[in-house]
């Protein structure tokens, strides 16, 4: 079965580190752009940030520059997402996705086009 898997969700403090990782099975991850999103609650969801299959560029949102990164693990057939000094307002499903079409453009982060794959996501929640 071909899918996407995230996982490392789970409650911290403000100011704490979580680590996610999406995860391919049934395919190559090497091969596709993959794109991370988060959804707030009551919010719409947003781009977080992307990477190319080459992991030649990496494009994160403006504001969370510094806070997080992205990166592969081509060997793990993942993708992960490093995230420190976390904020209340970094709460939400983080979900991430796969595409390789011209339609999938890594630098357009916040627009979801010609996604190959969806993960089902993962819960982040920072709460004092």
């Known amino acids: 079965q071909l899918q996407l898997v995230e996982s490392g969700g789970g409650s911290v403090q403000p100011g704490g580190s979580l680590t996610l990782s999406c995860t391919a099975s049934g395919f190559t991850l090497a091969t596709y752009h993959i794109g991370w999103f988060r959804q707030a609650p009551g919010n719409v969801r947003e781009g977080v940030g992307c990477?190319?299959?080459?992991?030649?560029?990496?494009y994160l949102k403006e504001v969370l520059k510094g806070r997080f990164t992205i990166a592969r693990d081509n060997a793990k057939n993942t993708v992960g997402l490093q995230m420190s000094s976390l904020k209340p307002e970094d709460t939400g499903v983080y979900y991430c996705a796969a595409g390789r079409t011209m339609g999938f453009v890594c630098a357009d982060y916040d627009v979801e086009r010609e996604v190959d794959f969806w993960g089902k996501g993962t819960l982040v929640t920072v709460s004092s």
């Open positions: 990477i190319t299959r080459n992991s030649e560029s990496t």
